[in-house]
T-cell receptor, first 118, second 115 residues
């Protein structure tokens, strides 16, 4: 079974600065998808960014980017120019790419609570 | 606007009572999911459904039941057999097919408290 580990329960960053959230995972599969989800205090969770394991290029979405190290099974999220609205719980998630059966399910890490200081 | 609606937002229950949490989506998604969120535990999958009239147990299905009679609806019943039901429950849906199936759209959640 796959596992996802977020080793930083809490992080803080000054507004306008950069912060990196860590995520590692364990899998025996070679093809899979990785995700970062954001859960603001309002509680509605939204997708921030996704990465396909077969792609070597790191995904980027505006101020959010990932550092995907497949061999190390590491998938960190970098937030540049942090804004107050970035304050949230961030979850890393894994999904197998093998279609069918139980492979529609995501496995989530326990989350990292990010505080943005003005 | 398309989205997922969960109700009620807050629910209180006495021990021994069954309660049903509603989840409705108008995104035309085939797959729907129920997750449980506890502090420090992340999200754990209770049940999921890839298609109408079919559903599978997730990692923590004991004490819960679901139905999927319509594409738009995926209600979750928390039964009296669930030993620790106090939690935050999240419903989600996703696009069909392997490419986008990991991109979940979430509701705002339902907080259940057992008194």
């Amino acid at each position: 079974a796959q596992t996802v580990t977020q080793s930083q329960p809490e992080m803080s960053v000054q507004e306008a600065e950069t912060v990196t959230l860590s995520c590692t995972y364990d899998t025996s599969e070679s093809d899979y998808y990785l995700f970062w989800y954001k859960q603001p205090p309002s509680r509605q969770m939204i997708l921030v960014i996704r990465q396909e394991a077969y792609k070597q290029q790191n995904a980027t979405e505006n101020r959010f980017s990932v550092n995907f190290q497949k061999a190390a099974k590491s998938f960190s999220l970098k937030i540049s120019d942090s804004q107050l609205g970035d304050a949230a719980m961030y979850f890393c998630a894994y999904r197998s790419s093998w279609s069918g059966g139980s492979n529609y399910k995501l496995t989530f890490g326990k989350g990292t609570l990010l505080t943005v200081n003005p | 606007d398309g989205g997922i609606t969960q109700s009620p937002k807050y629910l209180f229950r006495k021990e021994g009572q069954n309660v049903t949490l509603s989840c409705e989506q108008n995104l035309n998604h085939d797959a729907m999911y129920w997750y449980r969120q506890d502090p420090g535990q992340g999200l754990r999958l209770i049940y999921y459904s890839q298609i109408v009239n079919d559903f599978q147990k997730g990692d923590i299905a004991e004490g819960y039941s679901v139905s999927r009679e319509k594409k738009e609806s995926f209600p979750l019943t928390v039964t009296s057999a669930q030993k620790n039901p106090t939690a935050f429950y999240l419903c989600a849906s996703s696009h069909p097919g392997p490419i986008r199936a990991g991109e979940l759209f979430f509701g705002e959640g339902s907080r259940l408290t057992v008194l």
